[in-house]
């Protein structure tokens, strides 16, 4: 079964860490694009950050640089983000995508230009304050 399927997620308080997980399955991860997003009731989803498909390049959000850090490992076919210093604003459903690479920058990938051919089902992050 295709799927992504992302934890992690919980309370905390400002200024503390989280770390997501997404655990792919049924794909060759090699291949696609990996993001996450984030979206809270009456907003539009946001892309919070993409990685390449080898890891060798990351785009942030500029909410969230120099805060949270991707990674991926193709191998164990997961994708992390490291979330420190958490703000209240940061409180959102965190969602882990996934599209087939185009071979474009990493940047075009959090653009909102490419619809995501896979989604998780996301994991709730609130930082209270």
């Known amino acids: 079964q295709v799927q992504l399927v992302e934890s992690g997620g919980g309370l905390v308080q400002t200024g503390g860490s989280l770390r997501l997980s997404c655990a792919a399955s049924g794909l060759d991860l090699q291949d696609f694009v990996m993001a996450w997003f984030r979206q809270t009731p009456g907003k539009e989803r946001e892309a919070v950050s993409c990685?390449?498909?080898?890891?060798?390049?990351?785009y942030y959000t500029n909410a969230v640089k120099g805060r949270f850090t991707i990674s991926r490992d193709n191998f164990k076919r997961k994708v992390d983000l490291q979330m420190n210093d958490l703000k209240a604003e940061d409180t959102a459903m965190y969602y882990c995508?996934?599209?087939?690479?185009?071979?474009?920058?990493?940047?075009?990938?959090?653009?909102?230009?490419?619809?995501?051919?896979?989604w998780g089902r996301g994991t709730q992050v609130t930082v209270s304050s």
């Open positions: 990685i390449s498909t080898r890891g060798f390049d990351s």
């Open positions: 995508a996934a599209v087939l690479s185009r071979g474009k920058a990493t940047a075009d990938y959090c653009s909102g230009r490419y619809a995501y051919d896979l």
